[in-house]
């Protein structure tokens, strides 16, 4: 269980790039965006630090916090803050998904998982802007067929995230 479980540690520079810039730079990378995950970028919710500033990332699963049966999101993030975990701001998932250009492909040999986070992604832990529950809660990456993608998801509160469903949170 955290801290004593196996985790991904990376250092995030926020501040650095507006939503524009984000798109462009995700035109070069040949990045691609759900629907749900375009909603967000146009929503007058989702901003952009104006301060450069870093941020250390901890990337481990439901299960690594010792929610070895699955949580709600509320549960999720209730326990990562009693680890002295924190939620992001919305713009990690872009820029997590800018600096992690060699994700590999998570889902290869691992059946579809209908209603549930894909094997292979990383859901971004990060504030909900809408308590509307077909406003996108957040972002996720993945790699499916070689393309690199920022989606994002939406879930209601009695949504169960599963103890192998991987998340990114901040050091607080």
């Not at 504030?127 to 070689?146: Q, V």
Request: proline residues 5%.
């Amino acid at each position: 269980m955290y801290p004593n479980c196996p985790i991904t540690i990376r250092t995030i520079q926020l501040g650095v790039l507006t939503k524009l810039k984000l798109i462009e730079k995700f035109r070069q990378h040949s990045i691609l965006l759900n629907e749900a995950g375009e909603k967000l970028f146009a929503s007058d919710l989702f901003t952009t630090s104006e301060t450069n500033y870093l941020l250390t990332t901890v990337e481990l699963s439901v299960g690594d916090l010792g929610l070895y049966e699955g949580a709600t999101t509320d549960q999720l993030f209730k326990r990562a803050k009693d680890l002295n975990l924190s939620l992001g701001p919305l713009e990690l998932g872009p820029l997590l998904r800018l600096q992690y250009l060699d994700q590999p492909e998570g889902f290869l040999g691992k059946p579809i998982r209908q209603n549930q986070a894909p094997f292979g992604s990383i859901t971004i832990s990060s504030e909900i802007l809408s308590e509307n529950d077909d406003f996108p809660k957040g972002f996720y990456i993945r790699k499916i067929d070689g393309a690199l993608w920022l989606r994002g998801y939406r879930a209601d509160q009695l949504h169960v995230w599963q103890a192998d469903d991987q998340f990114v949170f901040c050091r607080s």
